[in-house]
Antibody, heavy 114, light 112 residues
């Protein structure tokens, strides 16, 4: 199984864009029929799917976030990324990346605050 | 925004069997596979069941999943203290604007 690691700023100001990267190791992001997802979890609350991308570039997004979300993939770096624009305090959460949901990163806390 | 409903909590004594329900609709559970995740305190979720009733390698056969119509359930037999965790069901939902993944509301399992 592949391993995943999230990285990015832990603090983002309101109205700015949250940017995270997920680095895949132990396998190529281009191999197989995997898709690559982002999920988030506010403290003490449940899981929320943000979106996914195939290495072909095809994406699906959560309708409630679609207008603010962009997921992209960089096969040369074995990474995929998340951008969430116009953030508010409600976007404060632990953000996870996952491969077809079988392997998950450890998660990274992103706090939206001025 | 969860469209899959689970009971907030479930409990049992060691060795007992605990069942968690997950209620959805025709656009998600009714027409797609169900997945179950276990989230131990302070850790990332772990895939427990995929395609309704399949276990990834390494998942004990004490965990089993089933689906009927627009509902699904997860059963934990021979409950152990290490099973104390949050459990989430999930499924793809086919909407007019495309497919999106929905998680259940989550169930906290307590071992008494």
């Amino acid at each position: 199984q592949v391993q995943l690691q999230e990285s990015g700023p832990g603090l983002v100001k309101p109205s700015q864009t949250l940017s995270l990267t997920c680095t895949v190791s132990g396998g190529s992001i281009s191999s197989g029929s995997y898709y690559w997802s982002w999920i988030r979890q506010p403290a003490g609350k449940g899981l929320e799917w943000i979106g996914r991308i195939y290495t072909s570039g095809s994406t699906n997004y959560n309708p409630s976030l679609k207008s603010r979300v962009t997921i992209s993939v960089d096969t040369s770096k074995n990474q995929f990324s998340l951008k969430l624009s116009s953030v508010t305090a409600a976007d404060t959460a632990v953000y996870y990346c996952a491969s077809s949901f079988s392997s998950w990163g450890q998660g990274t806390l992103v706090t939206v605050s001025s | 925004q969860s469209v899959l409903t689970q009971p907030p909590s479930a409990s049992g004594t060691p060795g007992q069997r605990v069942t968690i329900s997950c209620s959805g609709s025709s656009s998600n559970i009714g027409s797609n596979y169900v997945y179950w995740y276990q989230q131990l305190p302070g850790t990332a979720p772990k895939l427990l069941i995929y395609r309704n009733n399949q276990r990834p390698s390494g998942v004990p056969d004490r965990f089993s999943g089933s689906k009927s119509g627009t509902s699904a359930s997860l059963a934990i037999s021979g409950l152990r203290s290490e099973d104390e965790a949050d459990y989430y069901c999930a499924a793809w939902d086919d909407s007019l604007s495309g497919s999106f993944y929905v998680f259940g509301t989550g169930t906290k399992v307590t071992v008494l």
